[in-house]
């Protein structure tokens, strides 16, 4: 089964578009589980617990994992056990290098810590994203255009008539033999969310920015979903994560969860 | 100190622009040494041990170290620990996110592993860099041109009459108000090189692709230095490492690494 097929199988059977972003930050957790590497694995199994239920996938971005130093690698392995079978794991580090270096990425993130996907940064090109693409049932979620402030610095620049990160869709999709290929575009541009889903009626799009960074939910769902209402994954991190500071912690993160994916289901039932 | 100051500095004291990159692959080493993480940490011991003296820099990309698995980051937290104070260390690892990751990984970088600098990819632009750049001593290569055959998939693409990264040297100068944003430039491309130097006459340039990837030397010094005959670091990866895979594999790496240093010193002389 190629990377799109899943996506979309674990969507339906879920029925939840619904990412949570595991970005844990030790100094934000409830203050009875104390500010150690132990503190965010247990916060993150507690999460996951009360929501594995109600999501498509998890995103864990890696440099919550690299600040915690030395442990912070078991953390993520520890975390990464936890996780349901079926439900997409994605590895956001926003890797790329020259062909043989993104090997080795690809090595540390699909094989020793089994992501299901990644995201990567389009700017060093074709060789330094084939190697993510190499498993069909893998995902790779290419930057196209991010949800903050500095999108607008390059990704926003015309070459030619067209702004760069329409380039990068272009040729994320001509790279796209293997169904495997998705985009990550900011939920706080849905003008050009709209934009790039006509381009690519078929590829799953990540898109985080709901919430603190002010991106709209229902606009996200609008623009964002495919044809069937789904390859979209809309990603909430702290409003869920940090619900709750008390020891309701995961009870809270639960109820949030659930908020946002009916909100969400209902939104796609009105596409 | 800023870092350009710093870099110059140590190019001067050990006279030499010698880049080592210890991007050491476990299938590559000395067959007696075995291919463990213990085994990569034995071998970057004695490639520190016998080139310290000849280089202002080393270089890890963090892809060799992920790729260990959860020893990955003791081994590399163990190289760094062999390096001589004042040998400029870089933390090769493309990063940049939204700006409150990219502090996690500001944390994990030159906090945690205490890099004296770092590579940054520049298409999510000023928010996503400037984490890196609040203290003046620890330096930031942005990508420019990279070495590899995809840098023409964007990083060439007409932006109004320029390439795109020549808009990233000109959007990274002005982002350098405390010295301390260098550029990446492969030194598979040396006539842009040496525009780039134009562009940026006291920049430090950070030079891959000799060797395997098929850069000049000669080229790499003439056009990437700047006035004094400092500020490119050339980097130089497998040609050192594996110049032996038998037990003297560490006075080869030193025999090679001295060679290299000679010959750019005596291009530095003819400028």
């Known amino acids: 089964m190629n990377f799109l097929e899943h996506l979309q199988s674990i969507q339906k059977k879920q029925q939840s578009l619904l990412c949570v972003g595991l970005d844990t930050d030790p100094s934000l957790?409830?203050?009875?589980?104390?500010?150690?590497?132990?503190?965010?694995?247990?916060?993150?199994k507690e999460i996951i617990a009360a929501t594995h239920d109600l999501v498509c996938a998890y995103k864990m971005n890696l440099a919550f994992y690299e600040a915690l130093g030395k442990n912070g690698w078991d953390v993520l392995h520890e975390t990464m056990a936890m996780v349901p079978s079926g439900i997409v794991t994605i590895?956001?580090?926003?890797?790329?290098?020259?062909g043989n270096t993104s090997e080795q990425y690809a090595r540390a993130l699909f094989r020793d810590l089994n992501f299901g996907a990644i995201t990567a940064n389009p700017y060093m090109g074709a060789d330094s994203i084939e190697p993510f693409l190499r498993e069909e049932g893998r995902g790779v979620f290419v930057l196209a255009l991010t949800s903050n402030?500095?999108?607008?610095?390059f990704q926003r620049l015309k070459v030619g008539s067209a702004p760069l990160y329409k380039k990068v869709v272009q040729t994320a999709k001509k790279?796209?033999?293997?169904k495997n290929i998705g985009l990550v575009v900011g939920a706080t541009h849905p003008r050009e969310l709209k934009e790039i889903r006509s381009m690519v009626?078929?590829?799953?799009?990540?898109?985080?920015?709901?919430?603190?960074?002010?991106?709209?939910?229902?606009?996200?769902?609008k623009y964002g979903c495919d044809?069937?209402?789904?390859?979209?994954?809309?990603?909430?991190?702290?409003?869920?994560?940090?619900?709750?500071?008390?020891?309701?912690?995961?009870?809270?993160?639960?109820?949030?969860?659930?908020?946002?994916?009916?909100?969400?289901?209902?939104?796609?039932?009105t596409i």
């Open 149 to 153: 402030p500095g999108s607008k610095d």
């Open 29 to 44: 957790l409830p203050l009875h589980l104390g500010s150690t590497p132990q503190s965010v694995l247990q916060f993150n």
């Open 227 to 269: 044809k069937e209402g789904l390859s979209a994954l809309i990603n909430v991190g702290r409003s869920v994560l940090y619900a709750s500071k008390a020891e309701d912690f995961a009870a809270a993160a639960r109820s949030e969860a659930l908020r946002i994916n009916n909100e969400i289901n209902n939104y796609r039932g």
């Open 201 to 221: 009626p078929e590829m799953p799009i990540l898109i985080p920015g709901i919430g603190k960074q002010g991106g709209d939910l229902r606009q996200s769902i």
């Open 175 to 178: 790279w796209n033999t293997r």
């Open 91 to 98: 590895g956001d580090g926003k890797r790329a290098d020259i």
